[in-house]
């Protein structure tokens, strides 16, 4: 399933993976599906007119398993009285390429912190993709993130993008960033049709496509390698990355710098201050890690109740 817009799913149906025959089968949810979501990533049973004519209509009858789910807790003004919502962004995803500015707007390592966290509870790999390098550079970003065996690529609007597009071969890959950084350019240069793809969903979905879903586009197959095809979902931009549906050692998992620092720790020692034996205080003023590391992953630990923080 690749877009989704007031109740009306687009998917992609095609003979195998790697047929480049694209067939767009605009789809309702059966009933008999329940209140099961279905997501963009989803993969997908259809019956029903799936010719991809135009007013055809197919029904989903069967979500199948998901390999991976990248969620986020929602915006404080999405919840309701009942809680807290919990959003799936895209299901089956192996890779989150996190989009920072390295200027207007300057980067944020707690927002960056953050989609680490949700990419490691979901068991996907992380790429950071630094934009706007040919105005500002990266060295800061990098040292904060240089105990971390995190994978990074820069980009400038004068070079090509052949190091990011060998991160994106054969692979499912979601962006996400903060409005302004730079995706969307992303997107229109990886796949030059983006916009006119777009335009397809929203003529399909019958109705502009909203600014609340997530859009997935296959790379042109120039851009792909032996690999076979790959998939890149644009997500909008996001003001917060919300972490209150992961657990707090879930959340320590996301710091894996300072994981060998709790080896010393009391029992159920929560990590929040120096105060009752903590050690991480002690490993990282020997070196091992970085102090604002340590802040950052205090602060994720304070917000996970309110999730306030999303610096």
């Given at each position: 399933?690749?877009?989704?817009?007031?109740?009306?799913?687009?998917?992609?149906?095609?003979?195998?993976?790697?047929?480049?025959?694209?067939?767009?089968?605009?789809?309702?949810?059966?009933?008999?599906?329940?209140?099961?979501?279905?997501?963009?990533?989803?993969?997908v049973?259809l019956?029903?007119?799936t010719?991809?004519?135009?007013?055809?209509l197919?029904?989903?009858?069967?979500?199948?398993?998901?390999?991976?789910?990248?969620?986020?807790?929602?915006?404080?003004?999405?919840?309701?009285?009942?809680?807290?919502?919990?959003?799936?962004?895209?299901?089956?995803?192996?890779q989150?390429?996190?989009?920072?500015?390295?200027?207007?707007?300057?980067?944020?390592?707690?927002?960056?912190d953050?989609?680490?966290?949700?990419?490691?509870?979901?068991?996907?790999?992380?790429?950071?993709?630094?934009?706007?390098?040919?105005?500002a550079?990266?060295?800061?970003?990098?040292?904060y993130?240089?105990?971390?065996?995190?994978?990074?690529?820069?980009?400038?609007?004068?070079?090509?993008?052949?190091?990011?597009?060998?991160?994106?071969?054969?692979?499912v890959?979601?962006?996400?960033?903060?409005?302004?950084?730079g995706?969307s350019?992303?997107?229109?240069?990886?796949v030059?049709?983006?916009?006119?793809?777009?335009?397809?969903?929203s003529?399909i979905?019958?109705?502009?496509?909203t600014?609340?879903?997530?859009?997935?586009?296959?790379?042109?197959?120039?851009?792909?390698?032996?690999?076979g095809p790959?998939?890149?979902?644009?997500?909008?931009?996001?003001?917060?990355?919300?972490?209150?549906?992961?657990?707090?050692?879930?959340?320590?998992?996301?710091?894996?710098?300072?994981?060998?620092?709790?080896?010393?720790?009391?029992?159920?020692?929560?990590h929040?201050?120096a105060?009752g034996?903590?050690?991480?205080?002690?490993?990282?003023?020997?070196?091992?890690?970085?102090?604002?590391?340590?802040?950052?992953?205090?602060r994720?630990?304070?917000?996970?109740?309110?999730?306030?923080?999303?610096?």
């Amino acid at each position: 399933m690749v877009a989704v817009d007031r109740g009306r799913y687009t998917c992609v149906l095609t003979d195998s993976a790697d047929d480049p025959a694209d067939r767009l089968v605009t789809a309702m949810r059966a009933r008999e599906l329940g209140r099961r979501s279905v997501v963009v990533g989803d993969r997908v049973a259809l019956v029903g007119d799936t010719s991809g004519a135009d007013g055809a209509l197919a029904r989903i009858v069967r979500i199948g398993d998901r390999g991976s789910v990248l969620r986020r807790t929602a915006d404080d003004d999405e919840n309701t009285a009942e809680g807290r919502l919990e959003r799936v962004v895209v299901a089956n995803a192996d890779q989150l390429v996190i989009v920072s500015s390295l200027t207007d707007p300057p980067p944020r390592t707690g927002f960056i912190d953050r989609c680490l966290v949700a990419a490691y509870d979901a068991g996907i790999e992380p790429l950071l993709c630094l934009t706007k390098a040919d105005l500002a550079a990266p060295d800061e970003v990098l040292d904060y993130y240089a105990e971390l065996d995190l994978p990074h690529v820069l980009t400038r609007p004068d070079a090509d993008l052949a190091e990011l597009r060998r991160f994106l071969d054969g692979r499912v890959s979601v962006l996400v960033g903060h409005s302004g950084v730079g995706k969307s350019t992303l997107v229109n240069r990886l796949v030059p049709d983006a916009d006119r793809a777009v335009g397809v969903v929203s003529a399909i979905g019958r109705g502009r496509h909203t600014s609340t879903s997530a859009v997935a586009l296959r790379l042109p197959p120039d851009l792909t390698g032996s690999a076979g095809p790959g998939w890149i979902v644009d997500t909008p931009g996001v003001r917060s990355f919300g972490l209150a549906h992961v657990s707090a050692e879930s959340l320590l998992h996301g710091f894996p710098d300072l994981v060998p620092g709790t080896v010393e720790c009391p029992p159920n020692c929560e990590h929040t201050t120096a105060e009752g034996d903590c050690r991480l205080d002690a490993w990282v003023a020997a070196g091992n890690a970085d102090v604002r590391r340590l802040a950052s992953y205090r602060r994720l630990l304070a917000s996970r109740s309110g999730d306030l923080d999303q610096s």
